[in-house]
């Protein structure tokens, strides 16, 4: 079992450009979540998917981002016309269902820089 | 407000001394509480939840609902104990599942 597989590790855009981070959850793994960690700070929870769901998005900026896991392929987590202040490491986990038995297992991340 | 506790961010102790990484939570239903840790270069994984009231690599934790704490605590620290440990909740209703963190707490064991 590979774990949660992010990609790119890295990302480098420019102000006003998209980004696109990707996130395939652990096999057999159905449920999908995305946490932003902006630096010096803990990690902060974004958005809750299950397969083309989402469940709770509470944690999302009300503008420019969207979060998406089709039905087939990978969790898509898009940012719309970034700016500065989007720079920060952005992780993926995903757990096999959800209450107390269910762990969360992470990704290993997409440090995205915004020049 | 939910929110999850960790008042330092720098911990140093010299090999073979106690070490007792502090995190208090506010919450108002019966959370569960975990801690993750993340070593240099590697990803963020899962040390111990205080429903499973194990021990992992030497470490422990106690959820005191009074004292609304989970510290994590181990009487003997190694070097390859060295690494970024994040206190974490996940709340008891609703639909969601989100953890919520911790700033984090740097454990720097000197040899």
């Known amino acids: 079992n590979a774990g949660v597989m992010q990609n790119p590790r890295h990302l480098v855009r420019r102000r006003g450009q998209e980004a696109r981070l990707r996130c395939s959850p652990m096999?057999?793994?159905?449920?999908v979540y995305w946490y932003r960690q902006l630096p010096e700070e803990g990690l902060k929870f974004m958005v809750y998917l299950q397969k083309e769901n989402i469940i709770d998005e509470s944690g999302m900026p009300k503008e420019r981002f969207s979060a998406e896991f089709p039905k087939e392929g990978p969790s898509i987590l898009r940012i719309q016309q970034v700016v500065r202040g989007d720079s920060a490491a952005y992780f993926c986990?995903?757990?096999?269902?959800?209450?107390?038995?269910?762990?969360?297992?992470f990704g290993a991340g997409t440090r995205l820089s915004v020049l | 407000a939910q929110r999850v506790t960790q008042p330092e961010k720098l911990l140093s102790v010299f090999k073979g001394a106690p070490v007792e990484l502090k995190c208090n939570y506010s919450y108002s239903g019966s959370p569960e509480l975990f801690w993750y840790v993340q070593y240099s270069r590697q990803r963020l994984q899962l040390l111990l939840r205080h429903i499973s009231r194990e021990s992992i690599k030497g470490f422990t934790a106690d959820l005191n609902k009074g004292e609304t704490s989970f510290h994590l605590k181990k009487p003997f620290a190694q070097e390859e104990d060295s690494a970024m440990y994040y206190c974490a909740l996940r709340g008891d209703g609703g639909a969601t599942n989100k953890l919520i963190f911790g700033t984090g707490t740097l454990l720097a064991v000197q040899p």
């Open positions: 986990a995903s757990s096999q269902g959800q209450g107390p038995k269910n762990i969360q297992y």
């Open positions: 096999k057999g793994h159905s449920h």
